[in-house]
């Protein structure tokens, strides 16, 4: 199953030795690592993601295309460059990063994006939109095409053995899973080093936050998707972890994030949305006084 070029790899890009400057260093949160989490990090890497064929320090030239529709965000695209450049973003630019992997973190991106105003527009990044970007996207898309293929066939198992084993796997991202996604990550580097380092960066996915800081931006914010915490999930300061719930707040404050760099800032929804919240709630309770009718909005979606 392995290949000597991928352990040449992956012993050369692997975790950084502890205590080492790292900008994305979990083990200040998560603990200091043992040998067998180290073999196991990279054993989970090289099993799932073989040969390696990216460069990553040449960055993928991006240019900002406008929306189509109004109801769309302005995007980050590929630039008919031969020559990677540094992208210039509006004035007050910030970019809403994510990988748009099944349902839910493309919506949230552009529940984020939905907030665009002229002072400070928003511009989203879509790691797998970026076409022809080769290697980093590659690996992407191998990753969301066995995320789908599994995914629908734990929802196709009447038995319900695959069903289990698949959540339990999901519910499983413990501290080697986070350090094997920053190594991983350090295969995205190219998707966003076209970007000024300064540029402030809010993730609806976890890579693109962990490729941020291995880039060097310093102004991240992290949006914690799921209730369901877990290490895999947070990313060290000088990123903000955004949470939903004060149960998610408080798992990640036992886990070892820095009070200062949690945020409980509640439900990950489009602007027009939160701007009709209170109104609409009043509307809600006056229908139940009357005893009108249910209706209920069911947002369906995900890997399937």
């Not at 502890?18 to 200091?32: K, N, S, T, W, Y």
């Not at 460059?81 to 919506?107: D, E, I, K, N």
Request: hydrophobic share 45%; glycine share 8%.
């Amino acid at each position: 199953v392995l290949s000597i070029r991928d352990i040449s790899h992956w012993s050369r890009t692997g975790l950084p030795a502890a205590g080492g400057a790292d900008p994305a260093d979990v083990d200040g949160i998560l603990g200091q690592r043992s040998v067998r989490d180290r073999l196991q990090a990279w054993a989970a890497l090289t099993l799932y993601l073989g040969v390696d064929r990216g460069d990553a320090e040449v960055a993928v030239p991006l240019t900002v295309q406008p929306p189509a529709h109004p109801l769309l965000p302005t995007r980050l695209m590929p630039a008919p460059l031969a020559v990677p450049q540094r992208l210039v973003l509006p004035p007050g630019g910030v970019v809403v990063g994510t990988v748009r992997c099944g349902y839910g973190h493309h919506r949230i991106a552009l529940a984020l994006a939905s907030f665009s105003s002229p002072g400070q527009p928003a511009v989203l990044h879509d790691f797998a939109a970026v076409e022809g970007a080769a290697p980093p996207v590659e690996l992407l898309h191998k990753i969301d095409a066995m995320y789908s293929r599994v995914s629908r066939m734990a929802s196709e198992d009447r038995t319900g053995v695959l069903t289990r084993a698949w959540n339990e796997m999901l519910a499983s991202g413990d501290a080697n899973a986070s350090r094997s996604m920053r190594s991983f990550c350090e295969r995205l580097k190219p998707l966003l080093l076209a970007l000024p380092p300064e540029t402030p960066i809010v993730s609806a996915h976890t890579f693109v936050a962990v490729t941020a800081l291995l880039c060097g931006f310093r102004r991240v914010i992290n949006l914690v998707f799921d209730n369901h915490a877990q290490p895999v999930h947070i990313v060290p300061p000088p990123a903000i972890n955004c949470v939903q719930t004060a149960k998610c707040e408080q798992q990640l404050l036992a886990m070892g994030v820095p009070p200062s760099h949690v945020r409980l800032v509640g439900h990950f929804i489009p602007k027009e949305l939160a701007e009709h919240a209170v109104a609409d709630t009043r509307q809600r309770m006056s229908r139940a006084r009357r005893g009108a009718p249910r209706r209920f909005l069911l947002s369906v979606g995900g890997a399937d």
